[in-house]
């Protein structure tokens, strides 16, 4: 069954140009969203704070809110269009959504849930969602209703209702925030083997940059509304181009950049000047594989004093205080590293080598 539904999909997705484009502006109320993108890739991450607009970017593709102006298309077709009056109905958009809650109907099975956006009538469906239930594993479980499940079946029944109807876009909002961290992880395991039968678009909204990395290629940043920075994976983890994508890739020493009347950059929350040869950009980021250990004497090398220790079984986190700091630098290193440290003790002075060529100036 799993290969039968493979195929149905592969025959009705394999030859498309996958595409996505939105342009499109909705008034909340309190909030306004405008948001402009456009992707050829089949796995997208929207990452943003809570409240940024990203569920809301995911209700305007479903049709479930409906956009003031603007044009939403999806493999070329419009779902969108206020200048030519065009709103395709949510039924027929051919999109899943997976809800952080899974809205499942507490009163049907399992089988019901899945059964009950197909045309009841057509004898091939039952077929159609035993096929689906055996691939995510959930066959056996079918006369079971919501309240019978595990929070990991139930993200797994939303993901077979979703599923049912072989959408072009599969919209995932948090569909792992309300699992425990070891459902979790067991659930994400399954969850990526699962999506490798699935040809078509995968929207994934999450504010954990960890999945966004593990399941998508491209990543889409929001904040207030519209979209901050959009990227390959791997740039926006490496080289975030803004202050936003930095914060949200995890990276903790963030500076404001100022030009010196030598022409040097000064990094303000830190303390000290560098020598740059780009364009002087507002932020600068201070990776911890910027850092190492150095000599007195020795070029781009600064006095600091440990203030804070925090330790870990693998690793551990030192707060280095710079001279004229108005912030400490949080440098995470392995164990191993830290053995080699002779000086160990807070407010003892040691030396900070720093590679220019390593720190990001961002926007």
């Not at 792992?176 to 999506?195: G, I, P, Q, V």
């Not at 990276?251 to 000064?266: D, E, F, L, M």
């Not at 600091?304 to 400490?328: H, M, R, W």
Request: positive net charge; contains cysteine.
């Amino acid at each position: 069954m799993r290969e039968r539904f493979q195929k149905n999909q592969e025959s009705a997705r394999s030859w498309k140009q996958m595409s996505i484009y939105i342009d499109a502006t909705k008034n909340f109320g309190d909030f306004d969203l405008n948001i402009k993108l456009q992707s050829s890739s089949r796995r997208i991450g929207i990452i943003g704070a809570s409240g940024s607009g990203k569920s809301m970017t995911l209700r305007l593709l479903s049709g479930l809110s409906t956009p003031d102006e603007g044009v939403i298309k999806v493999n070329d077709v419009c779902f969108f269009d206020s200048d030519k009056s065009v709103d395709l109905p949510a039924r027929k958009r051919k999109t899943g959504f997976l809800f952080q809650n899974y809205a499942l109907f507490p009163n049907m099975t399992l089988e019901e849930n899945v059964l009950f956006s197909l045309d009841k009538k057509n004898p091939s469906h039952k077929a159609k969602a035993a096929s689906i239930l055996d691939m995510l594993g959930l066959q056996r479980l079918k006369r079971h209703k919501p309240s019978q499940l595990s929070g990991g079946q139930k993200q797994r029944a939303a993901l077979a209702r979703a599923l049912a109807i072989e959408p072009d876009i599969l919209m995932l909002d948090e569909p792992f925030s309300a699992l425990d961290n070891h459902l979790k992880k067991h659930t994400m395991d399954k969850f990526s083997d699962y999506l490798k039968n699935y040809l078509g678009i995968i929207l994934f909204v999450t504010h954990n940059m960890e999945e966004a990395y593990r399941y998508c290629d491209e990543i889409v940043v929001v904040k207030n509304g519209r979209v901050d920075s959009h990227g390959k994976k791997e740039h926006m983890f490496l080289n975030p181009p803004t202050k936003t994508a930095a914060k949200l890739s995890g990276y903790r020493n963030i500076s404001p950049v100022a030009k010196t009347q030598s022409g040097r950059a000064r990094l303000v929350n830190y303390g000290f000047e560098l020598d740059f040869m780009d364009v002087l950009k507002p932020y600068a980021i201070l990776p911890g594989r910027a850092l190492s250990l150095g000599k007195k004497s020795e070029p781009s090398t600064f006095s600091a004093f440990i203030s804070e220790i925090i330790e870990s079984p693998f690793s551990v986190v030192l707060y280095l205080e710079f001279e004229n700091g108005l912030v400490p630098v949080e440098w995470n290193i392995k164990r191993s590293t830290w053995e080699e440290f002779k000086i160990k003790n807070p407010m003892e002075t040691l030396y900070v080598k720093l590679d220019p060529d390593k720190i990001l100036f961002i926007d």
